[in-house]
């Protein structure tokens, strides 16, 4: 059973002292899969990335990462995965040819002069090879890690939030190459906080203060969170907008264009809300829809964010 | 595959090289200090020592006295600068540092030259400071003898060409043993080694940590030995171009001889370098910044000064300070580098200081690889 997952950790867990920064998180990883690993700033996705592939000891729990186990066989996780960490972590003060050499060495590949030049035809910094990696713009760097830890061809990625602080223009690009990637039989585990890369992915996994909320294929989210939506747009939307954010019965108010999605997790209650505003206001447009990975997204991060409220109230 | 791989030891050497040579202030710093601190410490052991201030505490007078001290004088080492009246006196002059000598002539001293009863004058010399009063000290037997021979005329004509009628006393005060020049110069060697290799090293690593570098490193399947070799290889040869530097300057500027075997030197040295290097490995692996890194590499600095015998003489040291000073590398390196520049040793002379070294190191290189995490924990 486990011959098809790339990643599957079981009760997962670290403390960094005296706090439970990843608490006791299961997970999954089909191989080939584009796997999403969302959740809010520290919840503990990189944290979790990295005792995944061997960078971290878990205090407890245990798991096997392309077969090897995560605690004892980190050297052979090493050689078969690519890391790309949060930060950009290529030597600034090396030009970015070095920087693809240096990789290459590192995972003993043969042909080394071939394959860097491959990886600088690829990235489409041909004549830039000689230029320090430190002097790249934000998007550049991003494309030059994913290269970096790509070159070795390994069957498993592991990219941390890859694409914070990239243009959009850029983050639509490198999607396209982890698309390309993942038709090769690569697999992807990518964490993120941006929706729009979410619904990209065919797997999601969120987590948030270090617990695993919720996970499984991408279109399941929706109904596993269990929203109601409905759609409604007209005129003044905005002193609607107030009115339903002031319902209690409401658990969310999105804006998506002209249009506002109201969601619920009680079904009954919602319907009761929008019959009420159908009849007392005509001039809008009603619909109810099936709720989507958006919706649920914006569902689990504000609950996360009420979580962390109540904790941070109950603590002081 | 856990074994020693080549090619990723070769690549951490190649992107090391390749950094240090961009990094043209560490660069500039690994050549400059040597020179400095040898321009600094030379200036400090070639201060002419002339007209050192001195006092003068006459008991007696006299044709013999004033030809002392007249030769003193003309020598250009002694500016007398008054009289003191009892010891006292002369002591406190020396403790305020307002004086670097007292030269006491005692009650009756005429007298005494003239029967023949060889009186002494006493010299008391600031020891403190001893680079400054040395070769004054040095120097003072010399003048008064040829002194004593131009005024021994008439009277005393029958003592010329016999042995002095009153011998000289010096006595050093505070610190009783004094460091010669020829001996501080490559003593300062093993300083200047051990300061900059520890420094560089635990920074070079600490940088990793600290640019976040090194999460890719350890995601990689490098291990601990292909990094450390891999990092310490080419500070290695900054140790030389140091080396190299300090031998060319001590030459020219302080014509310290180099007696001995140059093969015995070459091996001191690689192995000194070595377990600084490594030394500083272990340093990195204890801290997470760079700044911590200095503080602690600038910490193993004052042991090193203190109690290696390159500030005070090893035996002269309690019991205690002996015990931490032999368990510090540049212990054993001064004596090599003394024994080889300036006693002309060989190599079988310096076999057990290479020993102490290579024991020493071995300890800090075992301890550093356990240290060294393959992990972010
Ligand atoms: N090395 C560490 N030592 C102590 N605390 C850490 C360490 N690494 C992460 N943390 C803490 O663990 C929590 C989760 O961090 P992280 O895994 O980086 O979250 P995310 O990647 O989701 O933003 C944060 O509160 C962070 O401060
Ligand atoms: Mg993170």
Redesign the pocket.
Known sequence: MTDDLAVSVRGLTKI??GKT?VDAVDMEVPKGAIYGFL?P????????IRMMCGLLTPDGGEGRTLGHDIRKEARAIKENVGYMT?KFSLYGDLTIRENLDFMARMYRMKNRKQVVDETLRDLGLEGRGDQLAGTLSGGWKQRLALAACMQHKPRLLLLDEPTAGVDPKARRDFWDEIRRLSKQGVTVLV?THYMDEAVQCDYIAYIAYGKKLIDGPARDIPHKVGLTTWRVDGPDLIPLEDALRADPRVQQVARFGAQLHVSSTDAKALDDVIAEWKKKNGTHHWVKKEAELEEAFIYLMANSDDNFGQTGKRAS | MNIFSLARFGAVLAKEFIQMRRDRLTFGMMIGIPIVQLLLFGFAINTDPHNLPTLVEMADDGPVVRAVLTGMETSDYFDFQGIVYGPEEGDRALREGSANFVVVIPPDFERDVVRGLSPEVLVSADGSDPIAVGTAVGALSGIVETAIKQTLNGPLASYAGSPPPFSVVVHRQFNPESLSSVNTVPGLLAVILSMTMTLITAVAIVRETERGTMETLLATPVNALEVMLGKILPYVFVGYIQTGVFLIAAEILFDVPFLGSGWAFFAGFNIYIVVNLALGFLISTLVRTQMQAMQLSFFTILPTILLSGFMFPFAGMPGWAQAIGTAIPATHYLRIVRKVMLKGAEMADIAGDLRAIAVIGAVIVLISLLRYRQT?D
């Open positions: 960094f002292s920064v959740g700033n520290g919840s503990g996705k990189t944290t979790t949060q964490s | 972010l």
